[in-house]
């Protein structure tokens, strides 16, 4: 299949796959997203003044993740979107649950929150799932929300769990998210059709892509689940400060 034929198909929300050159100019000023993020901005500020520095910080990284050209380069990199997924789950969600609190998220046990967090990333990992998010902007969306909050839906649960629970949790995720980006690493051919034609313009192969994305996983997000497991135990384990009598 040639480059041509390929273009018509895929229709990425973040736009057409740029180029090294190039790149850098390709801003997406969607006034619907702009006009969203400034509208929740203005009902955060009324709702929820004292939760303001939480709300402007998961703005503005929704910001970066579809505003700035880290979008247009997810179209080209499949590395790129593993760093969007990430984000995701690791910044964004975390700053919403912070911004609106968490009686804004239904009450799960944390292994149920793992559980389908862990269901539905997998899920949009599966070629012919992804390959639609790469067409359609609503399953574009339907990706970035269900990730974003199955992720919220998880970190309340943890913030409510017992410091051994919650550490089983974490290093659940961990586990996942290795296998996942083990996944991408060893498995000898390239998964995602949307990236076929688009990374060589980078240096590098469909299969190289994917082999840096799941090491971005692997190695990044697995790395990152292991340090929140490990501040759990350290504060679970260091003795707490109580005032000296006198």
């Known amino acids: 299949m040639t480059t041509t034929a390929q273009a018509p198909l895929w229709q990425p929300y973040c736009g057409a796959a740029p180029d090294p050159a190039h790149w850098l100019a390709h801003w997406n000023w969607d006034p619907v997203l702009l006009a969203v993020l400034a509208g929740m901005l203005g009902v955060g500020f009324v709702m929820a003044r004292a939760r303001a520095w939480s709300q402007l910080g998961v703005a503005a990284t929704m910001l970066v993740l579809f505003v700035s050209p880290l979008c247009a380069l997810g179209s080209a990199l499949f590395v790129a979107r593993s760093v969007h997924h990430l984000a995701l789950v690791l910044v964004v969600a975390p700053l919403l649950v912070a911004a609106v609190g968490q009686a804004a ?7 149920g929150a793992t559980v389908i ?18 067409s359609a902007d609503l399953v574009f969306w339907a990706m970035q929300l269900s990730i974003t909050i ?33 996944l991408l690493v ?24 994917q082999q840096l994305a799941g090491l971005m996983m692997w190695v990044v997000g697995g790395g990152a ?10 504060r679970a384990l260091a003795p707490s400060a109580e005032p000296r009598s006198a």
């Open 186 to 209: 060893f498995a000898g051919r390239a998964f995602y059709a949307p990236h076929a034609h688009t990374t060589a313009a980078w240096g590098l192969s469909a299969l190289e892509d």
């Open 225 to 234: 689940y292991l340090l929140i497991a490990t501040v759990v135990l350290w």
């Open 105 to 111: 998220f239904p009450k799960l046990s944390l292994t």
């Open 117 to 134: 967090q862990t269901a539905i990333f997998w899920l949009w990992h599966v070629p012919a799932f992804y390959e639609r998010a790469m």
């Open 150 to 182: 199955s992720a919220a839906i998880w970190w309340t649960s943890l913030r409510r769990a017992g410091t051994m629970e919650a550490a089983a949790g974490v290093l659940a995720q961990m586990v996942q998210m290795g296998v996942l980006g083990a």
